[in-house]
């Protein structure tokens, strides 16, 4: 499956965006979608997950509350609402898909860089 993300930007501190990741080549349905985060200097992290029926979703403690994860299997897209953004939150962030019932996150898409100012 390739994976592109977009929607990243600069926002200043309590601001919102919305990422998007599209996702073509396979079938979407089929696997479970990602989005993680890299900043400057520190090693890549988890922020959120979801199944491929949206019932199953999980988040990082540090965006909880925070940022909601949605996907439209119709649409072979899954989204990252970010609410609150803080400067603690900026960095690349990355969509990932693996295949359901694997633990191996295969395919990534290209970052999209997020910048929050204070």
């Known amino acids: 499956v390739q994976l592109q993300a977009f929607g990243g930007g600069l926002v200043q501190a309590g601001g919102s965006l919305r990422l998007s990741c599209a996702a073509s080549?396979?079938?979407?349905?089929?696997?479970?979608m990602g989005w993680f985060r890299q900043a400057t200097g520190k090693e890549r992290e988890f922020v959120a997950s979801?199944?491929?029926?949206?019932?199953?979703?999980h988040y990082a403690d540090s965006v909880k509350g925070r940022f909601t994860i949605l996907r439209d299997n119709a649409r072979s897209t899954v989204w990252l609402q970010m609410n609150s953004l803080q400067p603690e939150d900026a960095a690349v962030y990355y969509c990932?898909?693996?295949?359901?019932?694997?633990?191996?996150?295969?395919?990534w898409g290209h970052g999209t860089q997020v910048t929050v100012s204070s």
């Open positions: 990932a898909a693996k295949f359901f019932g694997t633990s191996d996150w295969n395919y």
């Open positions: 979801i199944w491929r029926d949206t019932r199953s979703l």
């Open positions: 080549g396979r079938t979407f349905r089929n696997y479970v």
